[in-house]
């Protein structure tokens, strides 16, 4: 039964004069100082009251969907207890008591749940009416703060608890029991009861800037709660912008968008809402609005509560990250694999982009027994090199004309042969480039592709994983040897040593390739190439033992890598102490992956040791890079 007796007028019969005589609270000094809650525990009549509940909304809809007849209202009784600091299932409780489990008239006509203003006399007449269940809340929540909660509170008993609120609310003088019995019978779900782990996910493609993603997550263990939502942050790695303004700047710099220290400095992260479009039994699909700028970026995927407010940490469950490419208006990808012969590379070019790439100003080609006509066109030259790009030592290995215009999504391949006898060498670097109609600026930041290629270990490139590197590590082409083993360079030689690291500036995000010189390697590391790492290539060892040591300073720290069949098992250690052991495996090839990350509490100098484990049926473990947030 609910009660008669209504917060604003303690007793109905009281004469105008009496009330006046309690303006000032009377504190009663019985009541006991109020009792520190727990989240989950029970409510007494001596908990106090203005405390967090530790619950959740999408928990709280449960709760009420299956006791009651009410709609959802957890986001509702959460924002009062963000609001005003009042214990979200203290209020439920009292909702529920004073509301006859959402069935009265009051509570079902007048959307109010707590008979506020329902005098003795005609309680349905006089109790308030609001326009939704969801202000009831609002004003009630801040109503029992200020007059009952607050020492200065007109209503104030002696301490922030039911014992002294039910001195004043009720007649009866045992409101407060009641509310306490089904507070504390109220047990909410739990996200982390249902064991859910997420896999990386998957992005559908090409996604250009501006356009809506189509994001899908797939996991294991209990079902996602419907009532969970999606919050998705694009953290910029390297945008096409930079790389066209360091390219223009800086020609002898670091890789384009990188500082000579292997840091990026990209723009800010951006957070999205993501929409359900799609939900299956172990899968959702998300509708993602994409950045605008083209570039690489890291998506992540958060898990948001009812309302998309953060879930208490408790419920907190992380889905690893995902590299992602949003690409221009004109763009290709690249791909590379060997040759049936291995002696050989095939090239294959997709245009990415939202136009299509012409052959030529003409609609049809130059004539065959015209080889001197001097028409533009879009060309694809393919050239090794002992070293960078640029070497004096490099060798054109083949120059093949566009013969049509590539639309959209179309590909084409370009087969280069023997490239071991075209350059005396067993391994080189191949640098691919495909010039529009002679214009340089045509396809912007997207207009080269370099990789290691070598006739006697092939490698595999593209949406496929790379074929499992030598058993020593690649050496680095320098006359110079260096002192600790070091991953394959990238396009640029190995950058010099960072500096000391110092404090970075608030919400700043910088990437460190496995070339940095805050990495130190220790053991026996290689490189491998993949046109799907964020710079090209990885840094690997298969060497149980081996370690690579990052420096750092931030709020956070990422390591990203791949997973895959042949991916193995690695320590995690922070600042010396083991926190986590990762494992790489999985049936399918992921080229870029969140494989490990790491928050605290405030900015500052950190170390991250990956140190390899002995798994010899799928021994490999790689560094593609890190990202520190501060």
Request: net charge positive; charged share 15%.
């Amino acid at each position: 039964m609910t009660s008669r007796l209504r917060p604003t007028f303690t007793l109905a019969v009281l004469s105008a004069a009496l009330l006046m005589t309690i303006a000032a609270p009377v504190v009663d000094a019985r009541v006991p100082r109020a009792t520190r809650y727990h989240a989950g525990g029970p409510i007494t009549l001596d908990t106090n009251l203005k405390s967090k509940s530790g619950a959740s909304a999408w928990a709280i809809d449960e709760y009420l969907a299956a006791k009651t007849p009410l709609p959802r209202l957890g986001a509702a009784f959460m924002s009062a207890e963000q609001k005003y600091g009042v214990n979200a299932r203290f209020l439920v409780a009292a909702a529920l008591h004073e509301s006859g489990w959402g069935t009265s008239d009051i509570s079902r006509i007048k959307h109010n749940l707590f008979g506020y203003n329902a005098y003795d006399r005609d309680p349905f007449r006089y109790a308030t009416a609001y326009a939704t269940y969801a202000a009831n809340i609002d004003a009630t929540a801040k109503f029992i703060r200020d007059f009952y909660l607050t020492p200065d509170g007109r209503w104030w008993g002696g301490a922030p608890t039911l014992r002294s609120m039910q001195q004043y609310w009720s007649s009866s003088g045992r409101w407060g029991e009641g509310v306490s019995r089904i507070a504390s019978s109220i047990h909410l779900a739990s996200i982390a009861r249902r064991s859910i782990s997420f896999a990386a996910p998957t992005v559908s493609g090409p996604l250009h800037g501006g356009r809506q993603a189509q994001v899908r997550l797939t996991w294991k263990g209990g079902a996602v709660p419907e009532g969970i939502g999606f919050v998705a942050t694009w953290v910029p790695v390297e945008l096409d912008s930079e790389v066209l303004t360091t390219a223009a700047t800086d020609p002898s710099a670091a890789p384009p968008g990188t500082t000579k220290e292997g840091a990026q400095e990209p723009g800010r992260p951006t957070s999205v809402v993501a929409s359900r479009v799609r939900a299956g039994t172990r899968s959702i699909t998300l509708a993602v609005a994409a950045p605008h700028e083209p570039g690489s970026y890291l998506l992540e995927v958060e898990m948001r509560d009812a309302g998309r407010r953060p879930l208490p940490a408790a419920d907190r469950v992380d889905v690893p990250g995902v590299a992602v490419r949003v690409w221009g208006d004109r763009a290709v990808s690249y791909d590379l694999e060997p040759s049936p012969d291995g002696a050989g590379a095939v090239v294959r070019i997709t245009n990415t982009g939202r136009e299509a790439i012409p052959a030529a100003p003409g609609q049809a080609p130059p004539e065959p027994r015209d080889p001197e006509a001097q028409v533009a066109r879009s060309v694809v030259t393919v050239t090794a090199s002992a070293g960078e790009p640029g070497n004096p030592a490099s060798v054109l290995l083949i120059a093949a004309p566009l013969h049509g215009d590539l639309l959209p999504g179309a590909s084409f391949s370009v087969n280069v042969p023997a490239i071991d006898a075209a350059t005396g060498r067993a391994t080189s670097w191949l640098s691919v480039n495909l010039s529009v109609l002679g214009d340089a600026t045509w396809l912007a930041a997207s207009s080269t592709f370099g990789t290691w290629v070598s006739a006697a270990t092939p490698v595999m490139l593209g949406p496929t994983e790379a074929a499992a590197p030598a058993a020593t590590p690649t050496p680095t082409p320098s006359a110079t040897p260096t002192p600790t083993p070091r991953p394959t360079p990238k396009a640029t030689p190995t950058p010099k040593a960072a500096p000391a690291a110092t404090p970075a500036p608030a919400r700043v995000t910088k990437t460190y390739s496995e070339h940095s010189g805050a990495i130190r390697y220790g053991g026996a590391w290689g490189g491998a190439p993949n046109g799907g790492y964020m710079g090209g290539s990885v840094a690997w060892s298969k060497t149980p033992g081996a370690t690579a040591t990052f420096t750092f300073t931030g709020s956070s720290v990422s390591w990203i890598g791949p997973k895959g069949p042949t991916r193995g098992v690695a320590l995690v250690l922070i600042d010396g102490r083991t926190v986590a052991r990762i494992d790489m495996g999985r049936s399918s090839f992921v080229a870029r992956a969140v494989l490990f990350k790491r928050t605290f509490h405030a900015t500052g100098r950190h170390t991250l040791t990956i140190k390899v484990l002995s798994t010899p049926s799928r021994p490999c473990v790689a560094i593609d890079g890190f990202i520190v947030r501060s």
